[in-house]
């Protein structure tokens, strides 16, 4: 049975916006409202998990780590995927901003140019719609995840 819990205080942000996770084997996960930053206790610093982690996510991900003295673990800002769209950070170091990219289910026809690899005469039948992508600024996280249909209104104490 997971806890959750929305009693936490950024490091981000200062504000009372954290959402902690614990699930069954003892693994905390926290989410950043405000911010979008996410970070799990298997985060720590100096841990393999790290490494694992920053070899397969986008380099603005890993740019952007906050560090956290308190917790000895990194924050990365988060990307979600769900059935109707995904979630994720867009841009460099410099300039980036949350993007909401729906699913877009193809017809027959659409399909045949999203050929399935190694699977001859099969083809995907949707497709993450990059090209009708929505944006918002990188301090509009909690707005992006209202769009997308996957956060409440949720009263934060900042």
């Not at 916006?17 to 693994?27: A, F, K």
């Not at 979008?36 to 298997?42: D, N, V």
């Not at 906050?66 to 109707?84: I, R, S």
């Amino acid at each position: 049975m997971e806890k959750t819990d929305l009693t936490e205080i950024s490091p981000i942000t200062g504000n009372t916006s954290v959402i902690v996770e614990t699930d069954d084997n003892g693994v905390e996960s926290r989410i950043c409202m405000d911010s979008g930053y996410t970070t799990t206790s298997k985060y720590k610093i100096g841990s393999k998990h790290i490494e694992e982690y920053e070899q397969t996510t986008a380099k603005v991900i890993k740019e952007l780590r906050y560090e956290d003295k308190k917790l000895n673990q990194y924050w990365y800002l988060t990307t979600v995927m769900f059935t109707h769209g995904m979630i994720y950070p867009d841009g460099d170091l410099e300039n980036w901003q949350w993007c909401y990219a729906p699913i877009i289910e193809l017809n027959e026809e659409e399909s045949k140019n999203y050929p399935i690899p190694g699977k001859d005469g099969e083809f995907y039948t949707s497709r993450l719609g990059v090209d009708v992508a929505e944006f918002y600024p990188k301090d509009r996280f909690a707005e992006v995840c209202k769009r997308a249909g996957i956060a409440k209104e949720v009263e934060t104490n900042g």
